[in-house]
């Protein structure tokens, strides 16, 4: 990783990702009160291009979950916080390629970024050699992977993806009923909702309650899949307020990324 030692050590650190913590925090229980809604949704910091350190004093603070995108700098920050014995939920939500399914399957509890048939089908073989894998090495038995489907919200979907230093992504929402009853009659698979990126650049409100629609739709088919992952740093307000029942907080938390500084 590139990042710069400053960003990542020293005294401060600690005192730092509290004070930004508490402030999201405080934001996330201000949006709620003010969408009149009973319960918070549920916080996932996005860890990304930050250490393990981090993940470490993140956990501390009772942060319980925590986002991911790259499956090769997952793989290593999930090793370490185990081996100091740090129980966290990981969450995968980058575009996932399939040859990366095995490994995925060997920390996530849930990838979120499910956009295609594809990918599907490799989780769910990559699930049934990981139930065998740790069979045969007398490790606890893997629970079933959670699923998110990721959609597009783009109205025009010529719009450029990038932007922001990572893919947006997502299925095309008329595809989004097909790919839920894939994920439905796979095997080691749980369909639990959606996930969706605000598109960049205008308001983020309409592409949330159309979500919201999205996943009304969902739920009808599929009632056990009511998460609605949707919400970052500068549209956690709107998605409180559309029904969001996750947020993936990362720069707010963390700080800047380091390559975007
Ligand atoms: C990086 C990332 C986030 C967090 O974004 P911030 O703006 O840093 O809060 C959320 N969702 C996805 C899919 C991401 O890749």
Known sequence: MSTTPETITGP???????????????????????????????????????????????ASMGVRQVGENRDQEAVAKAAETVAQGIELEWNFIGQLQSNKAKSVVRYAATVQSVDRAALVTALDNAMER??????????????????????????????????????????DPAGMLDLAA??????????????????????????????MELSARLRARHPEAGVVSAGMSQDLEA???????????????????????
Do not use: Y
């Open 182 to 211: 894939l994920v439905a009659s796979a095997r080691h698979l749980r369909l639990r909702g959606l996930m969706a990126v605000a598109p960049l650049g205008t308001d983020p409100a309409p592409a949330f309650a159309r979500l």
């Open 12 to 58: 401060d650190r600690r005192a730092d990702l509290l004070e930004r913590l508490t402030r999201v925090r405080m934001r996330i229980g201000n949006a709620t009160r003010a969408a009149g809604r009973d319960a918070e949704p549920e916080l996932i910091v996005v860890t990304k291009f930050f250490p393990a350190s981090d993940v470490a004093l993140l």
């Open 239 to 261: 998605a409180v307020a559309a029904g969001a029942t996750h947020l993936r907080i990362g720069s707010d938390v963390l700080g800047p990324r380091p390559g975007l500084l």
């Open 130 to 171: 990981e139930i065998g894998r740790r069979a045969e090495a007398g490790l606890p038995e893997r629970a079933p992977l959670n699923v998110l489907i990721q959609l597009d919200l783009r109205e025009d979907p010529s719009e450029p993806e990038e932007g922001t230093g990572f893919g947006r992504g997502g299925a």
